[in-house]
């Protein structure tokens, strides 16, 4: 976590504004520490290598959206690291964007002995596009890519289009709305025709600029259609959506991204994005985590995607709750209010809003109220605290057997220096077959 800004592209850096200020302190600039991630976030490749392997499906890695891979602030020991955790997942493709392409030079070697790299830079407009693209090219790889994100000036990808398999294209969004420097429909159109002539598959992320009605109206979409295209071998499962669920993702989308990042409207929307027919609309955006997808979509860090969502479902459960004749239940105004509530087994929560609530009257709502009388319903049931677990709960065998053999491989690694190291690994070995 931690960049140095480098060019135009980088002025609204959303990673240095919300992720990593806010959240974790790092501070941005040449000669500022960098940050490691945690080591439940460098373990989570493993996990998804298994599923990989049982699904049969590619899922694609983008790192890292919190810092720039070959920034020469990184310590080496570092990418080290990360080359070797690439290495142990050949079934997952590894998206390694940077803005720093003649930096990446030095890891040719590394990179083109790992097929599973796809490699890419970021180019917002023709200066940088030009300086940069040269330097992509002199590494190997079965994928290169350039990301114009933000789109800040029209591009001409002339005779490199045949050297490039996939060109990513979107507009600045920023977290108040307002900033965002404006794309214009020209810039993205001239690219996307270029694509279509030399057939490289080309990716249309959004809008950039202010939020006004016509960004609204135009939503995702370039000249009337989405384009979500994607190199070979990854499937394009946006485009097996039918159509009625394709209009159902666009207006929940819209809905989320009209809304505050506490508003209950967005928080409505993102459940049901999250929840309806098991997770579809989200992961026909070909991402396998929902987190992935709040992030890539609207900025959300992973803790805010869950809660909002989570938040969302209770107030749709308050909707849909039976009351007296004529009683009209009060409703939370944000997603804060709901935060205590979700400290209830989830079975108790509406009963407690019945119970505690429905006599405040709307304006006696607030955080603090809704706290205390979460507190005061819990003595009087002797509820315990329940502890906050993510939405995202494991359901089906697969997925405990995933669990259960990472946390294998994890401890295997473990005890070969320890004392009756023989014995336990007799055991461990026959757990495995159990497993198998």
Not at 331 to 359: G, H
Not at 395 to 406: D, F, G, I, N, S
Request: some cysteine; overall charge positive; proline content about 5%.
């Amino acid at each position: 976590m931690g960049c140095t800004k480098v060019s135009e592209g980088c002025t609204n850096c959303y990673a240095e504004a919300s992720e990593c200020l806010r959240l974790h302190k790092v501070e941005w600039g040449k000669g500022k520490p960098r940050k490691r991630t945690s080591k439940a976030a460098w373990n989570e490749p493993l996990k998804w290598e298994i599923e990989a392997k049982e699904t049969g499906k590619t899922s694609l890695v983008f790192c890292a959206s919190l810092a720039d891979v070959f920034d020469e602030e990184v310590e080496d020991g570092w990418r080290d690291d990360l080359f070797a955790l690439i290495r142990s997942c050949p079934s997952l493709r590894w998206l390694l964007l940077t803005k720093r392409p003649k930096s990446m030079l030095r890891y040719k070697k590394q990179i083109e002995e790992l097929p599973q790299i796809w490699i890419g830079t970021t180019a917002e407009n023709q200066k940088r596009f030009d300086e940069r693209v040269p330097d992509l090219l002199k590494i190997k790889s079965p994928v290169r890519f350039v990301s114009m994100e933000p789109l800040l000036g029209p591009v001409v990808v002339g005779k490199f289009i045949k050297d490039l398999q996939w060109i990513i294209v979107g507009g600045e969004s920023t977290a108040d709305g307002k900033s965002a420097r404006p794309m214009k429909s020209a810039w993205a159109t001239h690219i996307r025709d270029e694509c279509v002539k030399a057939k490289v598959p080309f990716f249309f992320k959004q809008w950039g600029g202010p939020s006004n009605p016509e960004k609204k109206a135009r939503g995702k979409q370039l000249d009337g259609r989405r384009w979500t295209e994607y190199p070979a071998g990854i499937s394009q499962s946006a485009s097996q959506l039918i159509k009625t669920d394709q209009d159902l993702l666009k207006k929940l989308e819209q809905e989320v991204t009209d809304g505050v990042k506490a508003s209950i409207t967005a928080a409505k929307a993102l459940h049901r994005i999250y929840a309806y027919k098991d997770g579809l609309l989200w992961k026909s955006q070909n991402f396998s985590k929902f987190q992935e997808y709040c992030l890539v979509t609207w900025k959300y860090a992973s803790a805010h995607s869950y809660r909002l969502a989570e938040a969302g479902g209770f107030v749709l459960e308050l909707e849909n709750a039976d009351y007296p004749k004529g009683e009209k239940m009060p409703l939370p105004k944000n997603e804060a209010q709901i935060r205590p509530v979700l400290e209830l087994p989830k079975e108790r929560r509406v009963e407690f809003w019945k119970e505690k609530i429905i006599d405040l009257g709307p304006d006696q709502i607030t955080t603090k109220t809704v706290s205390n009388a979460v507190d005061e319903f819990r003595s009087e049931n002797k509820i315990p605290k329940v502890k906050r677990v993510k939405v995202a709960m494991v359901k089906t065998p697969a997925e405990l057997k995933t669990r259960a053999v990472l946390a294998l491989s994890r401890f295997t690694s473990t005890v070969k220096d320890l004392p009756n190291a023989v014995k336990i690994q007799s055991l461990l070995k026959k757990v495995d077959k159990l497993l198998k």
